[in-house]
């Protein structure tokens, strides 16, 4: 099944930068905050709100790694 | 503009003038922005102008970022279903299922992890639009590599999924950060608007929103009408309504609303259903059909002596609001500074009532105008300005208020259009216009809203919104003291507005109608149709006509009246009054239960072939020539005209004008006599629905008035009379077209001029009327008729 192979190894590569990039919108989410803070402009919601965005960036970041673990070992099995 | 440069390429060459490049981005007035509050002021509508600079820029900005990172969460949400659908996965799953379960169990974990990307699983195809899977890109999504039926099927499945998810509450990741973009969007709004977050009913109903409490929103939204008003209420919501919208939509179980939602929230396209009930605002305006027509008319007397005679911004607006919302539009010729004639397309907002079916200046017009990128409104403008006759290479700007802001920009996003005229300006006052785009690249678009209206947020984007839709605009989004809608929504108001509040703004649109200022050398008011109407007379009207002469001037025969009313009045009468009077004309009075009958019928020809006049006639109720039964006669009444024998034997006649009067004896015989009268039959104002009334004043002779109580609809079977003429018996009919009803024993009474000696006074004395109310009466509010000439009856 190399076609097979071949897709199931790409969306692997897809979700893993979609994995990449969760990780990077804790970093902006962050920064989004500080700099509502440094303005005097963040509503008194916005830090729980923003920290519940970035726990669950992480989690899901997380989460897209496992798939794409086990989609490379579902890729690799599919080949032989 | 460059020295040298023809006049008529000013506009386009201001295009790169810098002083536009401030105000492009959609910031107002700078003074006025800086003042806030209730002083008239320049809401920042487009984040750019005020990025990082003052707190709303700040939260706009913010706002912005979150929506980018919402999109981001979304796509790999979309990836992850397409990974989970793909039939290729599934293939290898009997080759490989040692490590095909787990992935699929991580995939699935991924896609639904309430702690992660949430409820996530969601397809890639939608029959009502745009939905945020659809914002992922092509060539990285899987589904593209395999792209087979079987993989969209499976496609279908998680958007049904995702659906069925949604309405059991499961919310994703993306869902929450795009909410929280739209709570910051609010923030941004209170930052000029303080009462959004000072009023604990607003806060509670946006907290509630925000926090998907359908309950408590439903609490607060009613606590907010019944405190304030629904006047008070919406126009205190006005400035953040699509946010609130949006975030409901977002939040509540309807998958419906979703896609709506997800538009308003990301700046990326018209609100495409009703955030509510996610019901297609396409589909309702489909309902809106027509190739649009136009035909030209002559505005009143007193509206022309209001028509602005030069050109202007506030001449312009102040135009749209003299010929309101009649369903008209109003195309002027200016000459400009330096002798170029230009024209100036005038629009005006949606006329107040139910969809009509003939004006696209109805309710349904106005949604379709700014739902469709092509409307029955706009392509009626394009029949008008086709009909007015413009030379090649014409300049033409296009001003539109409300509905009609929205339809000349219609026009300017017409590539045909554009193609056949060069729209020079488009400015839209109080419209929601933010996804109409100009066809031609040097057509200046300004746009006026006030932020309390709610009309042009009706596209989803208000003085929330976070994004900069159009960078080449001239956007005008300001507040003032009144804060309520639907008065902020007026023509007037937007006129005193840019007149008192923001004379910047005025005087920056008018910088660039420079051209367009001189004195106005063509004026033409157009009726404006969903389809392109019959002839006006056509077909009952159609019918040969010949000249006849009276001593003002030439007359055709049949008259036709376009438009008109009337009302028939029938009286118990002496009888041997009116035998008396009957003697000689071979006649016999038709009796009622021993009571003769007289007829007073009045009319109102207001757009007739002879000039608009009132006429009345009053007349004795017989039963025809010949011998005829007392039930034949009565029952002949109301049969139509041309083949009734009953009719009234004229006793006297009235009409309100000289040619009027010098055509009775030939219309009808007899004298007639010229005095001033009034016939009014309709809907009394404040009175219920159909609750008709009538009034009718003969001056020095009667005044009948009251209501005519309920009626039974029926055709106008129009009128026949008789009128003795040197022995000889004639006969007149008129012909009628339209629907009458027949009131038994009105509630009105016939009060005859105390002391009169006019000889129609003394008639109805002598016969028993003064005084009396009538037995029936036949009323036609709106009517067509056909008047000819009265010819002899043969003798027996």
């Known amino acids: 099944m190399p076609d097979g192979q071949s897709t199931i190894a790409a969306h692997a590569e897809v979700l893993r930068r979609d994995a ?61 | 503009m460059s020295s040298g440069a023809d006049p008529a390429d000013a506009v386009a060459d201001e295009d790169d003038d810098p002083a536009d490049a401030t105000v492009s981005t959609g910031a107002v007035p700078p003074d006025a922005a800086v003042n806030g509050g209730d002083v008239p002021t320049g809401g920042p509508t487009g984040a750019a102008a005020n990025d990082g600079e003052d ?77 945020p899977a659809t914002l992922t890109t092509a060539a990285t999504t899987p589904v593209a590599l395999t792209g087979s039926t079987s993989s969209a099927v499976f496609g279908v499945l998680a958007t049904l999924a995702g659906k069925v998810g949604a309405m059991l509450g499961g919310e994703s990741l993306a869902v929450r950060v795009l909410a929280t973009s739209l709570r910051l969007r609010v923030a941004a709004v209170a930052v000029d608007h303080p009462e959004l977050s000072e009023d604990p009913l607003v806060v509670r109903l946006i907290e509630a929103a925000a926090a998907d409490r359908d309950l408590e929103a439903v609490r607060a939204l009613r606590a907010l009408l019944k405190d304030r008003g629904a006047v008070r209420a919406l126009s205190l919501l006005a400035p953040v309504f699509g946010e609130v919208l949006a975030l409901r ?69 102040g135009n749209i609001g003299t010929i309101g919302t009649t369903g008209r539009a109003l195309i002027q010729s200016v000459e400009g500074p330096d002798g170029v004639i230009r024209h100036i397309l005038q629009a005006p907002g949606m006329r107040v009532g139910h969809p009509d079916g003939r004006s696209p200046q109805d309710l349904l017009g106005a949604f379709s105008s700014a739902v469709l990128d092509s409307s029955p409104y706009s392509r009626a403008l394009a029949q008008a300005v086709a009909d007015y006759g413009l030379p090649p290479d014409a300049e033409l700007a296009l001003v539109g208020h409300s509905a009609g802001g929205a339809a000349i920009m219609n026009l300017a996003q017409d590539p045909g259009f554009c193609a056949r005229h060069r729209v020079t300006h488009a400015i839209a006052v109080g419209a929601p216009v933010d996804f109409k785009r100009p066809a031609d690249p040097r057509t200046w678009v300004a746009s006026v809203t006030n932020q309390h209206d709610l009309i042009p947020t009706l596209d989803g984007q208000g003085a929330g919104s976070c994004f900069d839709l159009h960078p080449g605009w001239y956007v005008v989004d300001y507040t003032d003291s009144t804060h309520l809608f639907p008065l902020c929504h007026g023509i007037e108001h937007y006129l005193a507005n840019l007149a008192d509040d923001l004379p910047e703004a005025r005087a920056h649109i008018d910088e660039r109608l420079k051209p ?58 002496r009888p041997g009054v009116a035998a008396r009077l009957l003697k000689g004309s071979g006649l016999a009075p038709l009796l009622v239960a021993g009571r003769a009958l007289v007829g007073v019928h009045a009319a109102w020809n207001r757009r007739s072939s002879a000039g608009g006049h009132r006429e009345l006639q009053i007349g004795i109720v017989v039963s025809g020539p010949g011998r005829r039964s007392a039930w034949s006669g009565r029952r002949g009444l109301f049969r139509r005209a041309e083949l009734r024998r009953s009719g009234d034997f004229l006793l006297g006649s009235a009409v309100d004008t000289p040619m009027a009067r010098e055509l009775g004896p030939r219309l009808w015989g007899g004298e007639t006599y010229l005095t001033a009268l009034d016939v009014r039959v309709g809907v009394r104002r404040g009175a219920g629905p159909g609750v008709r009334s009538a009034l009718v004043v003969a001056d020095g002779i009667f005044t009948m008035e009251g209501r005519l109580g309920p009626g039974l609809p029926m055709s106008d079977p129009g ?70 000439a009265a010819v002899p009856v043969p003798p027996a």
Do not use: K
Not at chain 1, 35 to 58: M, S
Not at chain 2, 294 to 311: D, F, I, N, Q
Not at chain 2, 719 to 731: F, H, I, M, N, P
């Open chain 1, 20 to 80: 990449q990039a969760l990780t990077a919108c804790t970093e902006r989410l962050r920064a989004i905050e500080a700099a509502l803070e440094a303005a005097g402009a963040a509503p008194p919601w916005l830090r729980a709100a923003v920290h519940a965005h970035c726990a669950a960036c992480v989690t899901a970041a997380a989460d897209l790694r496992t798939a794409v673990r086990h989609l490379l070992e579902y890729a690799e099995q599919a080949g032989r």
């Open chain 2, 516 to 573: 367009f200022h001189g004195p106005v050398v063509r004026s033409q008011a157009y009726l404006l149709f969903d389809r392109p109407p019959d002839p006006e007379e056509f077909p009952f009207l159609t019918v040969p006509t010949r000249p006849v002469e009276t001593a003002g001037a030439t007359a055709d025969l049949p008259i036709r009246c376009r438009d008109g009313s009337a009302l028939t009045a029938y009286f118990a009468a």
């Open chain 2, 249 to 317: 939509a977002l939040l509540d179980e309807n998958p419906l609303n979703d896609a709506t939602a997800w538009l308003i929230a990301t700046g990326r396209g018209f609100a495409t259903a009703d955030p509510f009930t996610g019901m297609s605002n396409r589909a309702v305006a489909l309902l809106d059909l027509g190739e649009g027509g136009a035909r030209r008319v002559e505005p009143t007397p007193a509206e022309s002596a209001r028509l602005s005679t030069r050109g202007s911004l506030l001449g312009v607006l």
């Open chain 2, 55 to 131: 707190p709303a820029g700040s939260l706009r900005a913010a706002a912005r970022e979150l929506v980018d990172i919402a999109i981001l969460i979304q796509d790999a949400a979309a990836h992850t279903t397409a990974a989970l659908t793909d039939t290729a996965l599934l293939r290898a799953l009997p080759h490989a299922s040692a490590t095909g379960r787990p992935a699929y169990r991580a995939l699935l974990r991924a896609a639904t992890n309430r702690h992660g990307l949430g409820y996530a699983l969601t397809g890639t195809h939608t029959p009502t639009g745009p939905t």
């Open chain 2, 719 to 788: 009128s026949v009379g008789y009128a003795g003429d040197a022995g000889a018996l004639l006969r007149s009919s008129v012909r009628a077209r339209g629907s009458a009803r027949l009131h038994p024993a009105p509630p009105m009474r016939l009060s005859v001029e105390p002391r009169s000696p006019h000889p129609l006074a003394r008639r109805l004395r002598e016969l028993g009327v003064d005084g009396a109310r009538p037995l029936l009466c036949l009323s036609a509010a709106t009517r067509q008729s056909i008047r000819d």
